[in-house]
C-alpha cells in the first residue's frame, strides 16, 4: 500500500485544520466514523464523483507513516481499496497541499 493518501477539502476546512493543528473530519467523515482518504490513482475519480463543480478546493497529501495503525485499507467504491483514517490526522502528518483548478 502506498505511504501517501491524499484528502480534497474546501478552502475553510483546510484553514481550519491549520488553525487547530489537527483534522478531525469532514461532515461525512464525522457521519461514517473514519476519515475518507484517496490512494493517487483514485482522487480524480474522488473529485469527479464528490466535488465536481465545486470551487476553493484543497488537495491535501498525507503522510500515512505518521498515522500508524489508525490507518486502515478498507474496500470501498467498485471494491477498490481506500485508506480510511479512525482517528485524527495532524498538521505533521500533511507533506503538501495545493488549490485544485477546476
Not at 474522488?46 to 474496500?75: N, S
Request: glycine share 8%.
Amino acid at each position: 500500500m502506498s505511504k501517501r493518501a491524499y484528502k480534497i477539502l474546501t478552502a475553510g476546512q483546510w484553514a481550519a485544520w491549520q488553525a487547530t493543528g489537527l483534522f478531525t473530519g469532514a461532515p461525512i467523515d464525522l457521519e461514517d466514523g473514519y476519515i475518507h482518504l484517496s490512494a493517487a490513482d483514485q482522487v480524480a475519480a474522488t473529485h469527479e464523483k464528490y466535488f465536481a463543480g465545486l470551487l476553493e478546493l484543497v488537495l491535501v497529501e498525507v503522510d500515512l507513516d505518521r498515522l500508524g495503525d489508525t490507518v486502515r485499507w478498507e474496500p470501498a467504491r467498485g471494491g477498490a481499496l481506500f485508506p480510511h483514517v479512525y482517528g485524527t490526522i495532524p498538521l505533521d502528518a500533511v507533506t503538501a497541499a495545493r488549490p485544485i483548478d477546476e
